[in-house]
């Protein structure tokens, strides 16, 4: 056994005192390091991370706008925006090539998406995955009464502004149609300069059912849309994948991604920057045109990703011409749409 004498153990204690004093000292700066590194890299990861949001997104787009390829194959056709009396969708009709062919078998088409349920509850409350963004927050299902709907953050092209004529079966200038489906020779424009799909954002509020509008152009400002009327509606929009009617399915380009459409309404006096609008829902009325500013909408931030009939993927920003973003959606304009193809 080893003796220490009383000097060694002096300086042995001195020694780990000064390592002791050191190493508090280290840490600190350690820490201080580590904690600007940190203020660093946060930002990157978020940026990081919404990249990958944004690839998936992508990913999501381009396997509906395969599925809806692979329809328009079989059928001769594009799927109607709003289908049979039932007023199905046109996501709803491409469930099969969506890898949901268990949930297609179970639909019936010839009644309303109200009055089918699956595995003990209304249909509408299933959801398609490839339906929903990474980015959006606002997925949880919808209770409406007996009712469950599942979201949806994409829509398929209805046009520009006039969307329905009920009285003479006329649908809008978009790629879908609410009564019929679009062959590929209507689409004058070229399949990849037509718009086939956009994302929109959830729970969206809208205005609707003003009946009829004595000046049918299409408004250029945001700020129009207020005085058109009609009654809102909270949180609803784009919250039913099975309902064809275009503020829950569908989109118009009457305005450029994410413009704000506010509106205040004169009975609560709240006020909404991001509303939607149509003047009558499709299947409401015999006789009123149905018009719509239902504005593409994304978490991505200053832009939207769309799919074109071609089938191509790419993102539009939000400062993009209104006139040329109108132009994409036409199916048969036959106007030119400059820098947008360009990017």
Not at 12 to 35: D, M, P, Q, R
Not at 137 to 161: F, H, K
Not at 242 to 251: E, I, K, L, N, S
Request: hydrophobic share 35%.
């Amino acid at each position: 056994m080893r003796c220490f004498r009383r000097s060694d153990l002096k300086e042995a204690h001195k020694k780990v005192f000064v390592f002791e004093g050191f190493t508090l000292v280290e840490l600190l700066v350690v820490i201080a390091i580590i904690g600007l590194l940190v203020a660093m890299l946060l930002p990157a990861l978020g940026s990081v991370r919404e990249s990958a949001r944004g690839s998936i997104c992508k990913s999501n787009l381009k396997q509906l706008s395969l599925a809806v390829q692979t329809y328009e194959a079989g059928r001769g056709h594009f799927p109607p925006g709003r289908f049979g009396e039932g007023g199905w969708s046109a996501q709803a009709l491409i469930t099969p090539f969506l890898e949901q062919g268990y949930l297609y078998e179970n639909i019936d088409f010839s009644k309303s998406y109200k009055e089918v349920e699956f595995e003990g509850m209304s249909i509408a409350g299933h959801r398609v995955p490839l339906l929903n963004c990474p980015s959006e927050e606002n997925t949880q299902l919808r209770y409406s009464g007996d009712i469950i709907y599942a979201p949806l953050n994409y829509a398929v092209n209805m046009g520009t502004w006039m969307v329905w004529n009920p009285d003479t079966g006329v649908g809008g200038d978009g790629l879908f149609h609410p009564d019929r489906g679009t062959r590929v020779r209507e689409v004058g424009d070229g399949l990849a300069r037509t718009l086939m799909l956009s994302e929109v954002k959830t729970y969206n509020p809208y205005l609707r059912d003003v009946g009829s509008i004595s000046d049918t152009t299409p408004p250029t400002e945001a700020s129009e849309i207020s005085g058109l009327g009609g009654k809102i509606k909270e949180n609803s929009g784009h919250t039913e994948w099975v309902d064809g009617r275009v503020h829950q399915t569908g989109f118009t380009a009457t305005f450029p991604p994410n413009t704000l459409v506010s509106h205040t309404d004169p009975e609560t006096e709240k006020t909404y920057d991001v509303v939607d609008f149509n003047t009558q829902r499709e299947g409401k009325s015999d006789k009123n045109v149905t018009y719509a500013a239902v504005t593409a909408r994304s978490h991505h931030p200053g832009e939207v990703n769309v799919a074109t009939a071609s089938g191509s993927v790419r993102s539009v920003g939000s400062d993009v011409d209104q006139r040329i973003w109108r132009a994409f959606a036409t199916r048969n304009g036959g106007e030119p749409l400059g820098d947008l193809l360009m990017k």
